[in-house]
């Protein structure tokens, strides 16, 4: 007995919307490549502990007041402007900004392209924003020396980025404008007890995304437009 074939080019069926990619799938190369450095440095901190204690020290930012005597860093003052990005306290931390990383990268990571020139310039952005957060720290940095460690210095810029990516500049204020305000919150909060969150630091690097991301996209982009 033959069986009727159900034809899918008409009907309701015709209206599904067509099954999602994993969101792995054609991840952008910079962006999967920041992910697993991230992922590699944390993971091979845990089973080497001399490694962990050099990354730390050479890594880990330090905001403290221009007459501040700080520890030596083996690679010297500048790189933890970049390289704070691997530094994380927890599981927690970490997760949340690979989150942010996978979820607003993806989106700018495909408007600049998946070939060298367009990583190139993901990862440009990304660094950049890192230095930005550090460096707002810096400025407004009072008190003791602070350590401070984390991608959302960088992610931060990302979340402009994306912004800008899905709607120009009002899509970069949906985006970019609210955090600054949760992270101005947090600053207000934090006057009345202290919550270990580099507000400061995150607004630097939102700015930078905001300020950046036209720039990097006009140079960048593989598509040229």
């Known amino acids: 007995m033959s069986v009727p074939q159900r034809d899918e080019s008409d009907g309701p069926w015709s209206r ?38 050099w990354v730390f020290n050479a ?51 495909e ?13 440009f952005l990304f ?15 009072q008190g003791p020396p602070t350590t401070m460690g984390g991608a959302s210095t960088a992610v931060s810029g990302l979340i402009a980025a994306a912004g800008w990516v899905r709607g120009g500049w009002r899509g970069m204020a949906r985006l970019a404008l609210p955090w600054i305000a949760v992270n101005i919150v947090i600053g207000l909060i934090g006057g009345a ?13 939102t700015i930078g995304g905001m300020l950046l991301t036209p720039l990097v996209i006009a140079v960048f982009a593989e598509d040229g437009v």
Not at 26 to 38: F, G, N, T
Not at 114 to 121: F, H, K, Q, T
Not at 127 to 141: K, N
Request: charged share 10%.
């Open 193 to 205: 007890m202290p919550i270990p969150i580099g507000w400061v630091a995150h607004i630097g690097g």
């Open 16 to 53: 599904l919307p067509p099954p999602r990619a994993p969101i792995f799938n054609a991840m952008p190369p910079a962006v999967l490549l920041m992910a697993l450095s991230i992922v590699g440095v944390s993971l091979l901190g845990q089973v080497w502990p001399d490694f962990k204690r």
């Open 59 to 109: 890594a880990v930012f330090i905001a403290a007041e221009p007459d501040a005597v700080l520890p030596r860093q083996p690679l010297g003052p500048v790189a933890p402007l970049f390289l704070h990005v691997y530094i994380h306290f927890g599981l927690f931390h970490i997760a949340m900004n690979l989150a942010i990383l996978v979820a607003t990268g993806r989106a700018v990571g």
């Open 127 to 141: 660094f950049a924003c890192a230095v930005s957060g550090a460096a707002l720290e810096t400025l407004f940095h």
């Open 111 to 123: 408007r600049l392209g998946y070939g060298w020139i367009g990583s190139a310039g993901f990862l």
